[in-house]
T-cell receptor, first 117, second 114 residues
Framework: AQTVTQSQPEMSVQEAETVTLSCTYD???????LFWYKQPPSRQMILVIR??????QNATENRFSVNFQKAAKSFSLKISDSQLGDAAMYFC??????????????FGTGTLLAVQP | NAGVTQTPKFQVLKTGQSMTLQCAQD?????MSWYRQDPGMGLRLIHY???????DQGEVPNGYNVSRSTTEDFPLRLLSAAPSQTSVYFC?????????????FGNGTRLTVT
């Protein structure tokens, strides 16, 4: 069974600094998607970034980028120039590419990010 | 464009009571699902559906029922509420297929069972 592990329950970063959130996963499949979702105090789940496992190039979305290491099964999220609005719970998630009829998303336990002014 | 709409936002139940959490989406998504979020455990899949009339169990289905009579609606029923079902519940939907369509989430329902 696939699993997703986020080993940092809490992280803190100074405003304007860079922070990296870790995520590892376990799967025997070769084709899959990885996601980072952000959950601010409003409870809303917001997609931050998505990575296709068959793409070697790391995904980037403005200040958010990932370091995808397929052999190591690692998928870390880097937030550059951190802003107060980045304070949130961040979830790493995994989904099979050929999900058949399921589209099931498997989540990690989350990392709570605090941004210090 | 409403996206995924969940109601109610908050609910308090007594042990043994039943209730239905409503979920509707207007994006014509084939796939719909229910997750529960508990501290330290992330989001866990309760039930999911790939189309009208088709549902299946997720990771934590006990104590919950679902049905999918239309593409738009996917209600979650608690048959006899227990304190262990105190949680935040999310409905999420997406297109099926291999395009990596991301899940779109509702804003969640905070349920407390006393």
């Amino acid at each position: 069974a696939q699993t997703v592990t986020q080993s940092q329950p809490e992280m803190s970063v100074q405003e304007a600094e860079t922070v990296t959130l870790s995520c590892t996963y376990d799967t025997s499949e070769s084709d899959y998607y990885l996601f980072w979702y952000k959950q601010p105090p409003s409870r809303q789940m917001i997609l931050v970034i998505r990575q296709e496992a068959y793409k070697q190039q790391n995904a980037t979305e403005n200040r958010f980028s990932v370091n995808f290491q397929k052999a190591a099964k690692s998928f870390s999220l880097k937030i550059s120039d951190s802003q107060l609005g980045d304070a949130a719970m961040y979830f790493c998630a995994y989904r099979l590419l050929y999900g058949g009829a399921t589209n099931k998303l498997i989540f990690g336990t989350g990392t709570l990010l605090a941004v210090q002014p | 464009n409403a996206g995924v709409t969940q109601t109610p936002k908050f609910q308090v139940l007594k042990t043994g009571q039943s209730m239905t959490l409503q979920c509707a989406q207007d994006m014509n998504h084939e796939y719909m699902s229910w997750y529960r979020q508990d501290p330290g455990m992330g989001l866990r899949l309760i039930h999911y559906s790939v189309g009208a009339g088709i549902t299946d169990q997720g990771e934590v289905p006990n104590g919950y029922n679902v049905s999918r009579s239309t593409t738009e609606d996917f209600p979650l029923r608690l048959l006899s509420a227990a304190p262990s079902q105190t949680s935040v519940y999310f409905c999420a939907s997406s297109f099926l297929g291999t395009t990596g369509s991301p899940l779109h989430f509702g804003n969640g329902t905070r349920l407390t069972v006393t």
